[in-house]
C-alpha cells in the first residue's frame, strides 16, 4: 500500500491550495482517509476525514468552512481543498487510511492512531 500525497507549496493569506493524495494497492473508496497536519514544534494534530463508502465527512474546527475533503474514485484519489489559507495553516499536510471497523466511524478517524497508511507529507506554507 502506497499513498502518495502532493500539491503542497507557498501561497499568500487568503489564497487556496488543493492537495491530493494518490492511493495505490488499495481500493481507496473502501477505506476511511484523512489528513493531519504537523506544524514545526508541536504535534500532528486532525484536519478532516472521510469515512468508507462516502458516509461522512469530518473537519476540525480550525478549518470548518475553509476546507472540503472528496474523493476522485476513478483516480483513486482522496483530495482535500483549502481556501482562505491563514498562516497558521503552515505545516507539514499527511494523508493517511485505514480500513479499521469504528463503533463511530465519525470519531474514530479522528485520531492519527487509528490510521495504519500514511503518506509522505507535503509541505505548506502561508506567508505574505
Known amino acids: 500500500v502506497q499513498l502518495q500525497a502532493s500539491g503542497g507549496g507557498l501561497v499568500q493569506p487568503g489564497n487556496s491550495l488543493r492537495l491530493s493524495c494518490a492511493a495505490s494497492g488499495i481500493t481507496f473508496i473502501t477505506y476511511h482517509m484523512g489528513w493531519f497536519r504537523q506544524a514545526p514544534g508541536k504535534e500532528r494534530e486532525f484536519v478532516a476525514a472521510s469515512t468508507r463508502n462516502h458516509y461522512a465527512t469530518e473537519y476540525a474546527d480550525s478549518v470548518k468552512g475553509r476546507a472540503t475533503i472528496f474523493r476522485v474514485t476513478a483516480n483513486n484519489t482522496g483530495i482535500l481543498q483549502m481556501d482562505s489559507l491563514k498562516p497558521e495553516d503552515t505545516a507539514v499536510y499527511y494523508c493517511?487510511?485505514?480500513?479499521?471497523?469504528?463503533?463511530?466511524?465519525?470519531?474514530?478517524?479522528?485520531?492519527?492512531?487509528?490510521?495504519?497508511?500514511w503518506g509522505q507529507g507535503t509541505e505548506v506554507t502561508v506567508s505574505s
Open positions: 493517511a487510511a485505514t480500513n479499521k471497523a469504528f463503533r463511530s466511524p465519525r470519531l474514530g478517524v479522528r485520531a492519527a492512531s487509528s490510521f495504519n497508511y
